[in-house]
């Protein structure tokens, strides 16, 4: 058996959005209001694209206080975001569709 193609999507919800939150004690900086606009960048569908996770990790970023997270892990702000988006891709569950030959 010989493969052609695959190809992998990913799949969030909100549910596990904020379970991420709350376990990384991110999003302390916003609002209700704020924080429900963060859900409903991937509301539409359970399939994200990247450029979904970048504006999910980027808002996550702007609400959350990443001057404390840099202390406590003695890292920089760069290395907070790449944090943010490892926590933020590794709680997506994987599609994987097969294409043979």
Avoid: P
């Avoid at 010989?2 to 609002?31: H, M, P, S, W």
């Avoid at 359970?46 to 404390?68: G, M, R």
């Amino acid at each position: 058996m010989k493969i052609r193609d695959f190809k992998v999507q990913r799949l969030l919800d909100t549910t596990t959005l904020r379970k991420v939150c709350v376990e990384n004690d991110y999003y302390t900086r916003g609002t209700s209001e704020e924080y429900d606009n963060l859900f409903k960048i991937i509301w539409d569908n359970k399939i994200v694209t990247d450029e979904q996770l970048i504006k999910v990790a980027e808002d996550i970023y702007n609400h959350s206080n990443i001057e404390k997270k840099m202390r406590e892990y003695g890292c920089s702000d760069r290395e907070v975001m790449d944090s943010i988006m490892f926590n933020l891709v590794n709680a997506c569950y994987q599609l994987v569709e097969v294409e043979y030959e």
